[in-house]
């Protein structure tokens, strides 16, 4: 259920995207996924971001992507589409093409390797923000794009009214206590083993990756944490830490969608380059973390 305080959910996964050998997208299987994520604690899906290996998709299959997981899952879970991209023309496009699709909300990431001014930051969201009528979920993780968004921009960028959240994959969790304090607007952790910091620091969910195989648990550790059940939320989220160390011991995509072959979900681990299926032996290594953290097939 969504609302005002969770205006796009709980727990919501970045969704790989299945793939034939060859590299063909693969609808059948990511609706076959995206129905079973719903199943296992996931109330949204995230399409098109960096796990589902965005920067190698094109247009034509975003579309199509989003309108088979949309078939799939019905008009009950939320699905937020990326819009990331250094060029905003593009990012503007892909906005506006996740809307005609039928997505609920765009995950507008910060423009990534140009490093433009905190004021290009802002344009940049801007014109996507103007691009539909959605509202946006900001996405924050400096580690990949070499740019933080300031807390000047933030307050800036809060006042829109399609700003509703933020996916905050800095690692800052003091700073992000101030800023949901700040500026009111809905936080999502994006770093898996901080998602029970976060919570205590205010944020209302996760924009997952171990959601893939331990979902049910991650929307159990936010529920024990809502309820006011310290100890609960405690052993869960020690529980999960092995499973978030193995999912991240390599690039969250290759592994996720080693995970999802292993327990029979999809039936492909392909990627595109520059991305590489984990080697049998890398593969190998995955399941044995997984199978030592208690999962099973």
Known sequence: MT???RPFGTVLTAMVTPMHEGGALDLTSAQEL??????????GLVLSGTTGEAPTTHAPEKVDLLAAVREAVGPDVTILTGAGSNDTAHAVR?????????ADGILALTPYYSKPSQAGV?????????ATGLPAMLYDIPGRTALAISDESYVELAAHPRVVAVKDATGGVEAAKARIERTG???????????LDFLRAGAVGVVSVSSHVVGREIAAMIAAHDAGDVAEAERLHESLLPVHQAV???????????????????????MRLPLLPNTPAEHDALIARLEAAGLHP
């Open 3 to 5: 609302s005002s305080s």
């Open 34 to 43: 995206a129905r079973y994520l719903v199943a296992h604690g996931s109330d």
């Open 94 to 102: 892909m906005a506006e093409q996740g809307e005609e699709a039928g």
């Open 122 to 130: 802002v344009a940049h969201f801007r014109a996507i923000l103007g």
């Open 185 to 195: 607007l809905a936080w999502y952790s994006g770093d898996d083993p901080l998602t």
């Open 248 to 270: 991240f011991s390599g690039p969250g995509a290759t592994n996720a969608k080693s995970a999802m072959h292993w327990l029979g979900v999809i039936p492909s681990r392909a």
